[in-house]
Protein backbone atom coordinates (compact mmCIF):
# COMPACT_ATOMS: atom_id res chain seq x y z
CA UNK A 1 0.00 0.00 0.00
CA UNK A 2 2.01 3.27 -0.97
CA UNK A 3 -0.49 5.61 0.23
CA UNK A 4 0.17 5.73 3.97
CA UNK A 5 -3.99 6.11 4.52
CA UNK A 6 -4.64 2.78 3.30
CA UNK A 7 -2.24 1.31 5.84
CA UNK A 8 -4.22 2.67 8.80
CA UNK A 9 -6.63 -0.07 9.80
CA UNK A 10 -10.14 0.00 11.41
CA UNK A 11 -11.74 -2.99 12.59
CA UNK A 12 -9.23 -5.03 10.39
CA UNK A 13 -10.18 -3.26 7.31
CA UNK A 14 -8.17 -0.60 5.49
CA UNK A 15 -9.93 3.07 5.95
CA UNK A 16 -9.62 3.75 2.10
CA UNK A 17 -12.09 0.80 1.45
CA UNK A 18 -15.16 0.69 4.77
CA UNK A 19 -17.93 -0.99 3.38
CA UNK A 20 -21.85 0.63 3.58
CA UNK A 21 -21.95 -1.31 7.20
CA UNK A 22 -19.09 -0.08 8.55
CA UNK A 23 -19.81 3.76 7.55
CA UNK A 24 -23.90 2.82 9.01
CA UNK A 25 -21.82 1.61 12.26
CA UNK A 26 -19.93 4.68 12.22
CA UNK A 27 -22.71 7.10 11.88
CA UNK A 28 -24.62 5.30 14.72
CA UNK A 29 -21.33 5.97 16.64
CA UNK A 30 -21.62 9.25 16.02
CA UNK A 31 -25.60 9.79 17.08
CA UNK A 32 -25.26 8.10 19.98
CA UNK A 33 -21.67 9.95 20.81
CA UNK A 34 -23.60 13.08 20.52
CA UNK A 35 -26.84 11.55 22.95
CA UNK A 36 -24.06 11.03 25.49
CA UNK A 37 -22.00 14.61 24.81
CA UNK A 38 -24.64 16.48 24.83
CA UNK A 39 -26.66 14.40 28.30
CA UNK A 40 -25.30 16.31 30.89
CA UNK A 41 -25.94 20.08 29.41
CA UNK A 42 -29.53 18.98 28.40
CA UNK A 43 -30.43 17.84 32.17
CA UNK A 44 -28.76 21.43 33.46
CA UNK A 45 -30.90 22.94 30.62
CA UNK A 46 -34.08 21.34 31.30
CA UNK A 47 -34.23 22.81 34.86
CA UNK A 48 -33.95 26.15 33.33
CA UNK A 49 -36.78 25.41 30.76
CA UNK A 50 -33.83 25.75 27.80
CA UNK A 51 -33.08 23.76 25.08
CA UNK A 52 -29.76 22.81 22.69
CA UNK A 53 -30.26 26.59 21.00
CA UNK A 54 -29.62 28.43 23.92
CA UNK A 55 -26.68 26.23 24.46
CA UNK A 56 -25.14 26.67 21.64
CA UNK A 57 -25.74 30.74 21.66
CA UNK A 58 -24.32 30.78 25.21
CA UNK A 59 -21.08 28.55 24.43
CA UNK A 60 -20.34 30.65 21.15
CA UNK A 61 -20.97 34.08 23.18
CA UNK A 62 -18.64 33.08 25.48
CA UNK A 63 -15.90 31.76 23.24
CA UNK A 64 -15.83 35.30 21.23
CA UNK A 65 -17.36 38.36 23.93
CA UNK A 66 -18.98 41.07 22.03
CA UNK A 67 -19.78 38.98 19.16
CA UNK A 68 -22.39 40.75 16.48
CA UNK A 69 -26.15 38.89 16.18
CA UNK A 70 -25.06 38.89 12.48
CA UNK A 71 -22.12 36.60 13.52
CA UNK A 72 -23.83 34.45 15.60
CA UNK A 73 -26.20 33.92 12.87
CA UNK A 74 -23.59 32.71 10.69
CA UNK A 75 -21.84 30.82 13.11
CA UNK A 76 -24.87 29.10 14.17
CA UNK A 77 -26.86 29.11 10.49
CA UNK A 78 -30.17 29.60 12.55
CA UNK A 79 -32.90 31.83 11.66
CA UNK A 80 -33.30 35.35 12.68
CA UNK A 81 -36.70 34.36 13.94
CA UNK A 82 -35.31 31.47 15.97
CA UNK A 83 -32.19 33.73 16.92
CA UNK A 84 -33.88 36.36 18.65
CA UNK A 85 -36.49 34.00 20.52
CA UNK A 86 -33.23 32.49 22.20
CA UNK A 87 -31.54 36.22 22.74
CA UNK A 88 -34.85 37.60 24.15
CA UNK A 89 -35.42 34.91 26.67
CA UNK A 90 -31.13 34.65 27.53
CA UNK A 91 -31.41 38.48 27.98
CA UNK A 92 -34.54 38.38 30.23
CA UNK A 93 -33.09 36.00 32.47
CA UNK A 94 -30.36 38.44 32.75
CA UNK A 95 -27.46 35.37 31.01
CA UNK A 96 -27.03 37.81 28.26
CA UNK A 97 -26.24 41.37 27.59
CA UNK A 98 -26.91 43.16 24.57
CA UNK A 99 -25.02 46.17 23.75
CA UNK A 100 -25.49 48.50 20.73
CA UNK A 101 -22.47 49.26 18.76
CA UNK A 102 -20.23 52.15 18.94
CA UNK A 103 -19.74 52.77 15.35
CA UNK A 104 -22.70 51.23 13.86
CA UNK A 105 -25.76 51.56 15.98
CA UNK A 106 -27.93 48.99 13.92
CA UNK A 107 -25.29 46.40 15.47
CA UNK A 108 -26.01 44.65 18.60
CA UNK A 109 -22.79 43.07 20.31
CA UNK A 110 -23.73 40.39 22.75
CA UNK A 111 -21.72 39.61 26.39
CA UNK A 112 -22.09 36.92 29.00
CA UNK A 113 -23.01 38.32 32.40
CA UNK A 114 -21.39 37.08 35.08
CA UNK A 115 -24.92 34.51 35.64
CA UNK A 116 -24.06 33.55 31.99
CA UNK A 117 -20.57 32.73 32.60
CA UNK A 118 -21.39 30.97 35.44
CA UNK A 119 -23.99 28.66 33.35
CA UNK A 120 -21.70 28.24 30.30
CA UNK A 121 -19.11 27.38 33.09
CA UNK A 122 -21.32 24.23 34.57
CA UNK A 123 -22.12 23.54 31.03
CA UNK A 124 -19.34 23.32 29.43
CA UNK A 125 -17.61 21.86 32.43
CA UNK A 126 -19.82 18.49 32.17
CA UNK A 127 -18.65 18.04 28.23
CA UNK A 128 -14.77 18.55 28.81
CA UNK A 129 -14.56 15.73 31.62
CA UNK A 130 -16.46 13.63 29.30
CA UNK A 131 -14.06 14.79 25.91
CA UNK A 132 -11.01 14.45 28.80
CA UNK A 133 -11.83 11.11 29.31
CA UNK A 134 -12.41 10.33 25.96
CA UNK A 135 -9.64 11.34 24.90
CA UNK A 136 -7.56 9.95 27.42
CA UNK A 137 -8.71 6.28 26.79
CA UNK A 138 -8.45 6.85 23.07
CA UNK A 139 -4.89 8.19 23.06
CA UNK A 140 -3.13 10.92 21.17
CA UNK A 141 -3.17 9.41 17.92
CA UNK A 142 -7.22 8.45 17.81
CA UNK A 143 -7.60 12.38 18.78
CA UNK A 144 -5.70 13.35 16.22
CA UNK A 145 -7.50 11.48 13.60
CA UNK A 146 -10.86 12.53 14.72
CA UNK A 147 -10.08 16.03 14.78
CA UNK A 148 -8.91 15.28 11.07
CA UNK A 149 -11.85 13.39 10.12
CA UNK A 150 -14.95 15.98 11.98
CA UNK A 151 -13.35 18.47 10.24
CA UNK A 152 -12.93 16.95 6.91
CA UNK A 153 -17.24 16.38 7.49
CA UNK A 154 -17.45 20.18 7.77
CA UNK A 155 -18.98 22.44 4.37
CA UNK A 156 -16.08 24.25 3.38
CA UNK A 157 -17.91 27.76 4.70
CA UNK A 158 -18.65 25.97 8.61
CA UNK A 159 -14.81 24.43 8.28
CA UNK A 160 -13.53 28.51 7.80
CA UNK A 161 -15.47 29.56 10.14
CA UNK A 162 -14.57 26.91 12.69
CA UNK A 163 -10.84 27.31 12.19
CA UNK A 164 -11.29 30.90 12.81
CA UNK A 165 -12.65 30.36 15.78
CA UNK A 166 -10.27 27.82 16.95
CA UNK A 167 -7.18 30.37 15.83
CA UNK A 168 -9.06 33.65 17.53
CA UNK A 169 -9.22 35.41 14.18
Not at 46 to 71: E, L
Not at 83 to 107: F, I, Y
Amino acid sequence: MSDGRAAQIYGGESLLFLTDEQLRQGIEAMFFAYRGFTADPDRILADMAYGRAHHRAIHFINRAPGTTVNNLLAILGVTKQSLNRVLRTLVADGLVESRVGTSDKRERHLFLTEAGQSLESQLSDAQRARMRAAFRDAGPEAVAGFKQVLEAMMDTDMRRAYVKLRDGS
